[in-house]
């Protein structure tokens, strides 16, 4: 299977929080985020509804994959459906049908012979991670050790399964997982950090590094991911083989078969890259990296890099597809950057690393000055009074007449 990256196609993230609720008995507090996207044109190849590309069939493989398991005469059905549509598994296809979904005559097979299994009429890469049709709902830490800590997230979405309208909520909970924007002051370098994405149920490991010089004199701590990350434990062919360096996303993304992994597979099991030509993973393009500064515990820099794949079983039942059988398929390489820090983060930086040592070590001149002097005029006024003490004494004569008369005798 060729591979050839084509990009970057690059998308501003801007979100605000709603209806934020401050417990003071937790203490913690509650808000509900809200994202979108805006496409960035002077960044990017081209515009992504002008570019068509010849591409995996995503929705091809992932449904095929999840007809996999069911009955011998279901899978026979979906055949004969599937070969009306006339697909195959590579086709041509615009990026921003790729990115943004679009209704596929595929998915609506798979919701008439599997009711309940899919509920959704499109499989997009970004239109999942931005599902306007989903609300969260995140609890986080606001005081001592577990300050900006994302305690538990909820998830609500009106499934459409079996006619029902009715909400679906989903509970998750983390431990020591911050959303990537702000740490708890004074971290070590044994603090544990987790990174949570908004669209993902699970969290990123990380691990820390090194230490890193900022211009301004601030020691930063550098944390990239940890192996613990993309272990895997449940993402097997059909023949047993579980590769390493995989994170299973079937129970964040719908139930379809997607995997992250580090981009172009780097640090991940070497026989997934003999199945895919075009791939080259090296440090210097592929590797994140997060920048914190652990006084303040302020994010300077972030550089996330992700891959996403889908994770096919046994596909030898179905002619469009099994080619694909038992593959890990690269779909989409994602970059995901932090801008640079605000005017306000900057200055305070500055006052913190630069202005405010200076202004102190100025200050501490200056009471050290000040100090001597009073020793110094304290000890003159000191050797003063000791000489007026221990000086040369002086005596007034007496005045007067003093006469001597003769004793005479008879």
């Known amino acids: 299977m060729k591979m050839k990256e084509i990009g970057p196609f690059v998308y501003q993230e801007y979100r605000s929080n709603e209806d934020i609720d401050f ?8 808000f509900t985020p809200k994202l979108r996207t805006v496409f960035m044109p002077d960044k990017s190849v081209g515009d ?5 590309l010849n ?4 929705s091809l493989l992932t449904v095929s994959t999840l007809m996999e398991p069911y009955p011998f005469v279901v899978r026979q059905l979906y055949n004969i459906l599937v070969n009306q549509v006339d697909t195959e598994g590579i086709v041509a296809r615009d990026v921003h049908s790729c990115l943004w979904g679009f209704r596929d005559p595929i998915v609506s097979i798979a919701k008439t012979l599997a009711p309940g299994l899919i509920y959704y009429d499109s499989i997009g890469i970004l239109e999942k991670l931005y599902d306007p049709y989903v609300k969260y709902r995140i609890e986080m830490g606001r005081e001592g050790v577990d300050k900006f800590k994302v305690l538990n997230v909820q998830r609500t979405r009106k499934e459409k399964m079996f006619d029902s309208n009715d909400p679906v909520n989903k509970y998750f909970e983390f431990n020591d997982t911050y959303e990537g924007a702000a740490f708890p002051p004074l971290m070590t370098p044994q603090t544990p950090v987790n990174l949570y994405r908004l669209g993902i149920c699970k969290s990123f490991q990380m691990k820390y590094q090194s230490q890193e010089d900022l211009k301004l004199g601030a020691k930063l701590f550098v944390y990239g991911y940890s192996n613990s990350t993309f272990e895997n434990t449940k993402i097997c062919d059909s023949k047993g083989w579980c590769p390493f360096g995989l994170m299973d996303l079937s129970s964040c993304f719908y139930h379809l078969p997607m995997a992250l992994s580090k981009s172009h597979f780097l640090d991940a099991d070497p026989l997934l890259l003999e199945k895919v030509e075009g791939l080259k993973p090296n440090r210097a393009d592929h590797d994140s990296s997060l920048l914190v500064d652990p006084k303040a515990g302020l994010t300077i820099g972030t550089t996330l890099e992700l891959q996403l794949n889908i994770m096919t079983t046994d596909l030898t039942f179905n002619h469009q597809s099994r080619l694909f059988s038992d593959t890990i398929v690269p779909i989409a390489r994602a970059k995901i950057t932090l801008p640079e820090p605000p005017e306000e983060t900057r200055y305070s930086l500055k ?4 202005t405010g040592p200076q202004i102190l070590l100025i200050l501490e001149i200056i009471s050290c000055s000040l100090g001597i002097l009073l020793l110094l005029n304290s000890g003159r006024l000191a050797w003063r009074e000791r000489r007026r003490e221990l000086g040369p004494k002086t005596f007034t004569p007496l005045q007067g007449k003093i006469s001597a008369q003769p004793l005479l005798s008879s």
């Open 23 to 30: 417990d003071n008995e937790a203490p913690v507090i509650r």
């Open 48 to 52: 992504p509804k002008d570019i068509t």
């Open 55 to 58: 591409v995996p069939n995503i």
């Open 351 to 354: 006052l913190m690393y630069e």
